[in-house]
C-alpha cells in the first residue's frame, strides 16, 4: 500500500527566508501524482502545488516550488521570500493513476512564520 | 461559482443519533469524496464518487453510509454516531481521475 511521511510535526521560518518541507512516500507504482495542500487556521484545504510523476520538470507556483526526487520517493516543498499568511499546516497527499482518485495523506507539518 | 460546500459548519450528536452531512458542488465535478481528519493521522478517506448513481468505499467506511442522486450532491449519513466518528470531515470533488481535488470547508462532529 502507498504510504506519505512528514517527518517534521513542525517548523518555524523568518518572515522573508526561506524553508522547505520534507515529504517521502512509498509506492510501486510509475504514474502517479503529488499535491501539497496548505490547512490555514479556517480549516479550509487550499491546493498549493501539483506535480505529475511523469514530468521531470519540477512545478512552480509564484513562490512555491518543489523538488520531486523520482528514484529517490522524495517530493519536498520550498517557500521562498516568506509571508505570515503562510504559517498554516501542510500537508503532502499522494494520489495514485488508478480508478479510486484516492489521495492518500502524510500527517503535516505546522509552519510557523515569525515576524 | 460557490465550490464546494458542506453543511453544517458544526455539530453535536449524541451517542446513537443519526445525521447527515451535506455537500454540494456547482462545477459539474464528476468525482466526489468524503474524507475524515483526525488529530495527528491526515486525512483518510471514506467514501467516494465516480459519477452520479456510483459510490464506492474508501479506507475507513464502517458506520458511514453514502449515495449519488445527482452529479451536485454528495451526503454522508452516520447511522447510529459512536464516540470514535468525532472527527473533522471533508468533501472533496474533481473534474475527472488524476484531476485536482477541491475541498469544502469542512463540517466539524462532536459525538458524545
Known amino acids: 500500500a502507498q504510504t506519505v511521511t512528514q517527518s517534521q510535526p513542525e517548523m518555524s521560518v523568518q518572515e522573508a527566508e526561506t524553508v522547505t518541507l520534507s515529504c517521502t512516500y512509498d509506492?510501486?507504482?510509475?504514474?502517479?501524482?503529488l499535491f501539497w495542500y496548505k490547512q490555514p487556521p479556517s480549516r479550509q484545504m487550499i491546493l498549493v502545488i501539483r506535480?505529475?510523476?511523469?514530468?521531470?520538470q519540477n512545478a512552480t507556483e509564484n513562490r512555491f516550488s518543489v523538488n520531486f526526487q523520482k528514484a529517490a520517493k522524495s517530493f519536498s516543498l520550498k517557500i521562498s521570500d516568506s509571508q505570515l499568511g503562510d504559517a498554516a499546516m501542510y500537508f503532502c497527499?499522494?494520489?495514485?493513476?488508478?480508478?479510486?482518485?484516492?489521495?492518500?495523506f502524510g500527517t503535516g507539518t505546522l509552519l510557523a512564520v515569525q515576524p | 461559482n460557490a465550490g464546494v460546500t458542506q453543511t453544517p459548519k458544526f455539530q453535536v450528536l449524541k451517542t446513537g443519533q443519526s445525521m447527515t452531512l451535506q455537500c454540494a458542488q456547482d462545477?459539474?465535478?464528476?468525482?466526489m469524496s468524503w474524507y475524515r481528519q483526525d488529530p495527528g493521522m491526515g486525512l483518510r478517506l471514506i467514501h467516494y464518487?465516480?459519477?452520479?448513481?456510483?459510490?464506492d468505499q474508501g479506507e475507513v467506511p464502517n458506520g458511514y453510509n453514502v449515495s449519488r442522486s445527482t452529479t451536485e450532491d454528495f451526503p454522508l449519513r452516520l447511522l447510529s454516531a459512536a464516540p470514535s466518528q468525532t472527527s473533522v470531515y471533508f468533501c472533496?470533488?474533481?473534474?475527472?481521475?488524476?484531476?485536482?481535488?477541491?475541498f469544502g470547508p469542512g463540517t466539524r462532529l462532536l459525538v458524545l
Open positions: 472533496a470533488s474533481s473534474r475527472g481521475l488524476q484531476e485536482t481535488q477541491y
Open positions: 509506492t510501486s507504482e510509475s504514474d502517479y501524482y
Open positions: 506535480q505529475e510523476a511523469y514530468k521531470q
Open positions: 497527499a499522494y494520489l495514485d493513476g488508478g480508478a479510486t482518485n484516492k489521495l492518500i
Open positions: 462545477m459539474n465535478h464528476e468525482y
Open positions: 464518487s465516480v459519477g452520479a448513481g456510483i459510490t
